[in-house]
């Protein structure tokens, strides 16, 4: 079993910026790929930024251009640098790791507000 723990999340004003932090308690190198989902109230989780285990990226159309996805293989570590943060960004933030066999593994989520 791999735990995921989120990090980083918290109250800022709109234009500010983030970074999330999601640990894993083993080698993120046995995922093919981690990501960042999100889910704000009354809406489903989606997703917003994906890394594979190659490094190859996806991001949402919404977070495009303002989200930085990112990986520490050595520190067992997935980074979000979020800027240019928006009131329509908050939402509790789900980091994600997917296998090859078997069910993805969930973070517990962290929250973020963005003030307008």
């Known amino acids: 079993q791999v735990q995921l723990v989120e990090s980083g999340g918290g109250l800022v004003q709109a234009g500010g910026s983030l970074r999330l932090s999601c640990a894993a308690s083993?080698?993120?190198?046995?995922?093919?790929?981690m990501g960042w989902y999100r889910q704000a109230p009354g809406k489903q989780r989606e997703l917003v930024a994906a890394?594979?285990?190659?490094?190859?990226?996806k991001y949402a159309d919404s977070v495009k251009g303002r989200v930085i996805i990112s990986r520490d293989n050595g520190k067992k570590t997935v980074y979000l640098q979020m800027s240019r943060l928006k009131p329509e960004d908050t939402a509790v933030y789900y980091c994600?790791?997917?296998?090859?066999?078997?069910?993805?593994?969930w973070g517990q989520g962290t929250q973020v507000t963005v003030s307008s």
């Open positions: 994600n790791g997917a296998v090859d066999y078997g069910p993805d593994y």
């Open positions: 083993r080698t993120i190198f046995n995922f093919n790929a």
């Open positions: 890394i594979t285990r190659g490094g190859s990226t």
